[in-house]
């Protein structure tokens, strides 16, 4: 046999081995995948084992510098439940905190005109005119949630009267200018807001409106709505201002004035409790410019804040919230403000004592000599009344008035003073009769004078 048919025959083989060892894959892709049935299985020849894929290179290469690089665990690390209970807030709400303020010792003093006084109404009190005092008729005790209150003998505060705002606590002494005071305050209900004792924070808030009376009805401003805020111990009592421009030298001047909200006090220094707090204003030291100079001079100069002031100038009572000179200054020092809730009520402070005597001035006044019972004899000036005849007041008494059953008339002389506290003139009761005898020897006498006398004939 040749070479030729030998090599034939020799790859004939092979391939027919070939055969019979890949029929059984062939078999077994056929009937894993009938689609491929249909085509050539020469095309695509397996191989013996699986060629391994590459991992696909990523089209973009990353940026050197990535512009945030996320960190392993967020910060902070979240926890399932807190680490500590969270604090709780020492702020709470009230809403029965209760206001009471004497204001001044001035404001329950008899004013510097001997037949008025100083005093207080709940509600909106307008006398309707200047120079008149107000009437018992349009003063009140008690209006929503403002009532003036009397402190009495006792200690205790109840509602007060038209006839207790010129005495005493003991209702029996009559009010003076430097002492006794008559006590009273004006109590608010019912306010409203926050307050935080570990921080000494209250914001605090009433409805009502109260009256502030001198000179019985002569100067009158209101007040309403009062806040006090109070700020890390610090803060001020505002309040919305009205009242009536008015002048005592003037009675024609009375009309209304804008209203605005001023503050009426500031102060520091307040603790604020869990049951309540008490406010000192601040007075001491506090300049201002007024219709009057101030006096800046002395133990009790100082003044309420000047806004307040401002706003009661036009009223003509701005002089009477701070100093001026007077011996009666350290009446218009302030009292302090109490304010409670929780059913708590503010105990309030006792009128101060009536002022020690007035240091002796640098030019002593002469003391009115000794009041002399009047002779009973004629008088050299003709009498044109025989009941008493008093000195007329910067305004008149219009009706009851709380003075009633104070002032005595019967005419009785009285001692003129420095201070001029009730001066009258009076004038004693006298007799007619040696004036009627005196006139008709007169008469006779010149009767006699009209009679001619004969002369004498010389004998």
């Known amino acids: 046999m040749r070479r030729r048919d030998l090599a034939s025959f020799a790859a004939a083989g092979l391939l027919t081995a070939a055969g019979v060892l890949t029929l059984p894959l062939g078999a077994s892709a056929t009937e894993a995948d009938a689609p491929a049935a249909t085509s050539d299985v020469a095309a695509v020849e397996p191989t013996v084992t699986p060629t391994p894929t590459e991992a696909p290179e990523p089209t973009d290469d990353p940026t050197a510098d990535p512009t945030d690089e996320p960190t392993p665990t967020p910060t902070p690390t979240p926890t399932p439940t807190p680490s500590e209970e969270p604090e709780e807030s020492s702020e709470v709400e009230v809403d029965d905190a209760v206001f009471a303020w004497s204001m001044s010792e001035q404001t329950n003093a008899r004013s510097h005109n001997p037949l008025a006084i100083n005093f207080m109404s709940a509600g909106e009190a307008n006398p309707g005119a200047g120079g008149i005092h107000l009437p018992k008729g349009k003063w009140k005790a008690a209006q929503g949630n403002v009532t003036i209150q009397k402190r009495t003998a006792s200690g205790q505060w109840r509602t007060a009267t038209w006839a207790g705002l010129g005495t005493d606590a003991t209702n029996k002494k009559r009010i003076g200018l430097y002492g006794p005071f008559s006590g009273h305050r004006v109590r608010l209900t019912d306010g409203t807001g926050t307050l935080d004792a570990e921080a000494d924070n209250a914001t605090l808030a009433w409805k009502g ?49 804008p209203r605005k909200q001023v503050p009426v006090v500031t102060f520091s220094g307040v603790d604020v409790t869990e049951a309540g707090l008490v406010v000192k204003p601040d007075y001491a030291g506090v300049q201002v410019e007024g219709s009057i100079p101030q006096k800046r001079t002395g133990d009790d100069w100082g003044s309420f804040p000047q806004e307040f002031v401002t706003f009661l100038e036009p009223m003509g009572t701005d002089q009477f919230w701070y100093s001026t000179g007077l011996q009666s200054d350290w009446t218009k020092v302030p009292t302090p403000i109490e304010v409670a809730w929780e059913g708590a009520e503010p105990e309030g402070s006792a009128p101060a004592k009536p002022a020690p005597p007035k240091p002796e001035p640098s030019n002593p006044v002469t003391p009115a000599p000794p009041v002399v019972p009047a002779p009973q004899q004629p008088s050299p000036t003709p009498m044109l009344s025989s009941g008493p005849a008093t000195l007329p007041v910067a305004a008149p008494l219009t009706g009851e008035t709380p003075w009633q059953g104070f002032f005595s008339t019967s005419a009785v002389p009285q001692v003129a003073s420095a201070q001029a506290e009730d001066v009258r003139l009076v004038s004693a009761t006298q007799s007619h009769t040696p004036w009627v005898v005196g006139g008709a020897l007169l008469l006779a006498a010149a009767l006699l004078l009209l009679v001619p006398v004969r002369g004498r004939t010389p004998r």
């Open 209 to 257: 409106t109260w009256t502030v009376v001198y000179y019985s009805g002569n100067t009158v401003f209101t007040l309403t709505d009062p806040v006090l805020e109070v700020k890390g111990g610090k803060g001020a009592l505002r309040a919305t201002g009205g009242g009536w421009a008015a002048d005592r030298a003037d009675t024609d001047k009375w009309k209304p004035v």
